[in-house]
């Protein structure tokens, strides 16, 4: 079936973390009970993943671009095109692309940057906008489309664009919709000239289409509040990214529960399984994402799989609910361990980032990362967890070292000379 053996990737989202005073100086990881997660160290290969280089925190968007392989500094021009294409917009180089709040405005003035959390509607709204701008603007193809509840994703295709441009959301209620201009190293640019001055058009045009919607007429007879703007931001130029399958010979799926890295799986061409129950939240049904991880690895050179959960708690400075979330990633290991076959699979557990509970945040911390399976070494280390790895043979990587050493278990990575 395979040439070389499965590789499954399986990251807990800001799984790693730091000591928490009220956990004894344990880490949630250490002081929780992960039986499987354990199991893996036991059996593997275990140390630490510095997503870009020691100290840098990251995103998930580029702590996911490493594990890919692809260099952010090389490659990153903003989650805008990562958004657009995870939206469902067929983003292509060169296009200069945005996410957008649909937002309440009164008088020019900001009342609700969310649209009353609008989850109604959008789609007619993007009907609207996209039949307004079906000849473009100046030129310019105008690629509009609504995203989940009060988000959407704007792309402008054409020659002369340029993405150095100031956002139209001032990130706050209360306050003028902002004008779009150039940033100011590129005041001079006529190309940011330009593209500031089609997003100024977009914007005020919208508001006269939104206006009078039956949409927002609607939600004015029920006293909701209209979406009657679009505030476009994170001008990003859609990067070229060598398509997965091009850059590891490599078939590949993507089972993850963030649309930004929905976006970045979609963008290199990976297929993006969605399943049945997987919420993004505490709620997710850790074990429906095991199933279709096992179900993938069956098919699939490469599967890369996501919990979202115990990111949540860590931005909550939350530990209890974090080993909960982090007990979920425990459970889908579980289920790997006893599924999938261990002569023709490796598997890697980690993380995208460190979100700990004492920072709320993400945070520049080196990551725990075991490998398990088919060709690793086990090297001694008893239990998953931050301090346990620091005895592990992997000792400290890079992100983008991963899908080297996976390729090197999994025999799929050509030897470098004769
Ligand atoms: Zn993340
Ligand atoms: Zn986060």
């Known amino acids: 079936m395979h040439d070389s053996a499965a590789q499954v990737i399986l990251l807990g989202d800001g799984m790693g973390g730091r000591p928490v005073p009220d956990l004894d100086g344990q880490t949630c990881l250490e002081a929780g009970d992960y039986p499987a997660l354990d199991k893996v160290a036991r059996g593997g290969e275990c140390g630490y993943m510095d997503p870009i280089r020691p100290g840098q925190g990251v995103g998930s968007d580029t702590g996911h671009m490493v594990i890919l392989g692809y260099d952010p500094f090389e490659y990153y021009t903003g989650r805008g095109p990562f958004e657009a294409k995870g939206a469902g917009i067929d983003v292509q180089p060169g296009d200069v692309a945005f996410r957008c709040n649909f937002a309440s405005v009164e008088n020019g003035i900001i009342k609700d940057r969310r649209a009353g959390r609008i989850t109604e509607g959008t789609d007619q709204l993007a009907s609207a906008v996209n039949e307004a701008f079906r000849d473009g603007i100046d030129g310019v193809e105008v690629i509009f489309k609504d995203s989940v509840a009060h988000r959407a994703a704007l792309v402008l295709r054409g020659e002369g664009l340029d993405p150095r441009i100031t956002d139209v959301d001032p990130h706050e209620s209360g306050v003028e919709?902002?004008?779009?201009?150039?940033?100011?190293?590129?005041?001079?640019?006529?190309?940011?000239?330009?593209?500031?001055?089609i997003i100024n058009e977009f914007v005020q045009r919208v508001q006269e289409i939104f206006e009078s919607h039956e949409v927002n007429q609607q939600r004015r007879a029920e006293e909701l509040l209209p979406a009657n703007i679009v505030m476009p931001r994170g001008a990003g130029a859609a990067p070229h990214l060598t398509p997965f399958s091009e850059q590891y010979g490599l078939s590949s799926a993507m089972i993850v529960e963030v649309d930004i890295v929905r976006g970045l799986g979609l963008y290199v061409g990976m297929d993006v399984i969605d399943v049945p129950g997987a919420t993004g939240g505490m709620d997710t049904d850790e074990m429906a994402i095991a199933r279709a991880v096992v179900q993938a690895a069956a098919s699939?050179?490469?599967?890369?799989?996501?919990?979202?959960?115990?990111?949540?708690?860590?931005?909550?400075?939350?530990?209890?609910?974090?080993?909960?979330?982090?007990?979920?990633?425990?459970?889908?290991a579980g289920y790997l361990l006893d599924t999938?076959?261990?002569?023709?699979?490796?598997?890697?557990?980690?993380?995208?980032?460190c979100t700990p509970v004492t920072a709320m945040d993400h945070t520049g911390d080196?990551?725990?990362?075991?490998?398990?399976?088919?060709?690793?070494?086990?090297?001694?280390?008893?239990?998953?967890?931050?301090?346990?790895?620091?005895?592990?043979?992997?000792?400290?990587?890079?992100?983008?070292?991963?899908?080297?050493?996976?390729?090197?278990?999994?025999?799929?990575?050509?030897?470098?000379?004769?």
Not at 180 to 196: F, H, L, M, V
Not at 311 to 326: C, P, T, V
């Open 177 to 197: 919709v902002p004008q779009c201009q150039p940033t100011a190293e590129a005041s001079n640019d006529p190309a940011a000239q330009k593209t500031a001055g």
């Open 300 to 332: 699939y050179d490469f599967v890369l799989c996501n919990i979202k959960a115990p990111d949540l708690g860590g931005h909550d400075g939350n530990s209890e609910q974090k080993m909960e979330a982090i007990a979920k990633v425990d459970r889908a």
């Open 340 to 353: 999938l076959d261990w002569d023709s699979t490796v598997l890697m557990v980690s993380a995208d980032h």
């Open 366 to 418: 080196a990551i725990p990362v075991a490998f398990y399976g088919y060709g690793v070494r086990p090297d001694g280390v008893q239990s998953f967890g931050e301090r346990p790895f620091a005895a592990g043979s992997v000792q400290r990587v890079r992100g983008l070292d991963i899908m080297s050493i996976m390729g090197n278990y999994a025999g799929s990575l050509p030897k470098f000379g004769a």
